[in-house]
């Protein structure tokens, strides 16, 4: 027999338990007889009582319900117990037919019962033991019934036909018992796999970046992935219908049943999170909708990422491709220029230095952006480093005192790593005097400290035209200039930087002329990569 169908066999202790509880039954039945010889069991069952009977009946009731008992509590031996409790019934329904009618009685029948029960829940060649075990103790009772009591012999034949029933019984009983536990294993096994199927099922949509919820037809919230519970804010177990707990989502939904051939649809949270829901009908009888929810600002942060990654390659060919043969062109102009041939060669020499200098500056730009990570936070007081800044920029740009102007919150603390703080400053200061009028106070740095929420903002501000609507969402994208001789790289390092220190970048474009709020932390904890809180610079 395979291990499967005797692991099977040894889980049947339930009907095994039940074969028992009919037996105890049965039992209770024969000792009413006894009990009662001049009632309606014993004359069914032409039984004729005696003390010897009694105490027989009594015994055999007791056995049984010890085994009852054993197979309830004691559940070891299966086939032990089993064969033990067989035996018992042979022995006794041979009693009952020496001490009744014989096979002639419906006492046979008892029996029959018992084998078909034990051939279903024994195995192997068990049941044709349990079928001759029948036999020997019918044919015994009948044999000793007609040389004792003075049956007919006849009455011997009678007894051998039920014990061919026996064999019938018992072998007809185990191939329906094999087909029922075969059925079981397989049903078992179905079982395992689904589960299965289930946990993979669960531990795929834990793991998805993008949140997926199931809605029935009638719009009721199924189930839900974590992403999708942070995404819209939802309790651990959400429940309920989905107009309640998500109504932008739900409208959303309604929307595309009604023509489910649209892609899906954005949506703007209250909180601030802006969300792409797509739509699938499933191909279950009760039509559930799958809802796939992507986090957009998570999408532009990788490709944001990617583009990082692909100047990241790039920074080394630069380094070693371009700036060699720039050192060669810039000194090679330089000779030429000492040769003083004449105007026209002086113009085009300054063309090329020009351009040269430019190049030059894109390759230390992209250089940088490669040693963004590189951070040593400090804390800086950051008015009193504006000043400095100003001065110096002033300094190298020959601009007259009070040009640009600093003011706002002496006490404000930003954990900032100076030198990037120093270069996205060049960078804004540079764009913003450029696009200004060029009058003392074009240019503006205000610096506010919230220390409530520990929130220190530093405003670049101009007076220029202010940037361009259409080019509002492009003015932070590498290599985007409106200037003829920009590299496009400026605001765009200055915000990787900024991300780089724990810091925003964002461009107030309600505002008029040009203006850059840089928001930052004075805790350096919340800084990656900060390791402790130097003394304020």
Known sequence: MADWLAATWEASWRP?????????????????????PDGWVASLFHLSSSPRFLMATL??????????????????????QLSLQVMLDATAIGVLMYAGAGAGTGVGALMLVSLATASMVGRGRLVLFYAALATVSTLLAQVAAVIVRGFEPATIVQAGFLCAGFFATAILARLLGQRIMANEELARLRGVHLENQRLISQSVSER???????????????????????????????AGNLADVAPLLAASLADW?????????????????????????????????????????????????????????????????????????????????????GAMQDRLLQILADNVARLDRIVGDILELGRRDRIQPENLALLRVCWQFVENFATGRGLAPGAIEVAGDAGAVLAFD???????????????????????????????????????ELHVIDDGSGVPESALAQI????????????????????????????????????????????????????PEANGAPAVN
């Not at 719009?219 to 959400?238: F, I, S, W, Y």
């Not at 060919?317 to 043969?325: D, G, K, L, Q, V």
């Not at 810039?330 to 030429?336: F, I, M, P, R, T």
């Not at 764009?431 to 520990?454: F, I, K, M, Q, Y």
């Open 16 to 36: 095994f338990q039940y074969f028992n509880l009919y037996r105890l039954i049965v039992a209770g039945i024969v000792l009413l007889a006894a009990v009662l």
């Open 59 to 80: 015994a055999y009731m007791g056995m049984v319900g010890a085994g009852l008992f054993a197979s309830t509590y004691w559940r070891v031996r299966f086939n032990m």
């Open 208 to 238: 998805m970046q993008d949140g997926v919820i199931v809605v029935s037809r009638d719009g009721l919230l199924q189930t839900c992935n974590p992403v999708a519970r942070e995404m819209l804010d939802l309790p651990p177990a959400p």
């Open 257 to 341: 049943s009604g023509r489910e051939d649209a892609a899906g649809a954005d949506l703007s949270l209250p909180s601030g999170v802006h969300l792409r829901a797509r739509f699938a009908r499933t191909a279950s009888s009760d039509g559930e909708v799958l809802v796939f929810l992507e986090d957009i600002g998570r999408i532009q942060e990788r490709a944001r990422e990617l583009k990082l990654a692909a100047l990241g390659r790039l920074t080394g060919s630069i380094a070693h491709e371009i700036r060699n043969p720039l050192s060669a062109i810039s000194h090679a102009g330089e000779l030429l220029h000492e040769e003083r041939r």
């Open 418 to 456: 100076r030198n990037h703080l120093d270069q996205i400053l060049w960078n804004l200061v540079d764009n913003a005097w450029r696009h200004s009028r060029g009058e003392p106070g074009s240019v503006r740095l205000v610096v506010r400290g919230d220390t409530d929420r520990g929130i220190v």
């Open 476 to 527: 932070f994208e590498p290599f985007f200039t409106t200037h003829h001789s920009g590299t496009g790289l400026g605001l765009f390092i200055a915000r990787e930087l900024c991300e780089a220190n724990g810091a925003t970048l964002e461009l107030d474009s309600a505002a008029g002329g040009g203006h850059f709020v840089i928001s930052g932390r004075s805790d350096p904890c919340k800084l």
